[in-house]
């Protein structure tokens, strides 16, 4: 019933900056956690950034102090702002919920979106 949609991905020089959106769809209750992961060619998913619903958050050394995790509970929307873009963040980036409440007494485990491109160039 749900579905997660990421979406601003693109093409932006090394220095830049995009905003990705993750937006759950659906009969939702509630999303206690919302995640980015990434994935590039040939490379393991790799955790990227993790928000709960109420504001905690945890980030990949490596996008620490460089990317910012958000959320719109009202609108079941994570966001990551990503910003001194570097060319090893080139890869598919993915959102995920581990678990959403999607009536009184039931949940949905494990959801991920499609993913959106970021490349970076040099």
């Known amino acids: 019933q749900v579905q997660l949609v990421e979406s601003g991905g693109g093409l932006v020089q090394a220095g830049g900056s995009l905003r990705l959106s993750c937006a759950a769809s659906?009969?939702?209750?509630?999303?206690?956690?919302m995640g980015w992961y990434r994935q590039a060619p040939g490379k393991q998913r790799e955790l990227v950034a993790v928000i709960t619903s109420g504001g905690s958050t945890n980030y990949a050394d490596s996008v620490k102090g460089r990317f910012t995790i958000s959320r719109d509970n009202a609108k079941n929307t994570a966001y990551l702002e990503m910003n001194n873009l570097k060319p090893e963040d080139t890869a598919v980036y993915y959102c995920?919920?581990?678990?959403?409440?999607?009536?009184?007494?039931?949940?949905?485990?494990?959801?991920w979106g499609q993913g959106t491109q970021v490349t970076v160039s040099s």
């Open positions: 995920n919920a581990p678990s959403l409440r999607v009536s009184d007494s039931e949940w949905e485990y494990d959801l």
């Open positions: 659906g009969s939702i209750f509630s999303i206690n956690v």
